[in-house]
């Protein structure tokens, strides 16, 4: 089972930014997607960035839209989520996920343990 490695959470006030990462400790065949998704207490888990791992195509849930960016190192099986303008309203632990293609087309997902990120003065 690949394990998903999150840093970067933390505390900071209203407007500021916070960078979170997730590596992937091996590397995955048939991984297709990394990227990261947000749970508050009470809503469900919902996306906010997602990049394919080949062609770094991103696609943003709409909280992230216009003030995150999220990027890959291909190389490193590694995502970085840069976080800005952050608003009291992106509090929530965030989850780093995996999407993965096995030999037989079928999908699966790995999760991380996830990241407080705290935005709050």
């Known amino acids: 089972q690949v394990q998903l490695v999150e840093s970067g959470g933390g505390l900071v006030p209203p407007g500021g930014s916070l960078r979170l990462s997730c590596t992937a400790t091996?590397?995955?065949?048939?991984?297709?997607?990394m990227g990261w998704y947000r749970q508050a207490p009470g809503p469900e888990r919902e996306l906010v960035a997602q990049?394919?791992?080949?062609?770094?195509?991103?696609m943003f849930g709409d909280p992230a839209k216009g003030r995150f960016t999220i990027s890959r190192d291909r190389a490193k099986n590694t995502i970085y989520l840069q976080m800005d303008s952050l608003k009291p309203g992106d509090t929530a632990v965030y989850y780093c996920?995996?999407?993965?293609?096995?030999?037989?087309?079928?999908?699966?997902?790995?999760w991380g343990q996830g990241t407080q990120v705290t935005v709050s003065s």
């Open positions: 990049i394919t791992m080949d062609g770094g195509t991103p």
């Open positions: 996920n995996a999407k993965v293609v096995g030999p037989d087309s079928s999908w699966n997902e790995a």
């Open positions: 091996e590397t995955i065949d048939g991984l297709v997607a």
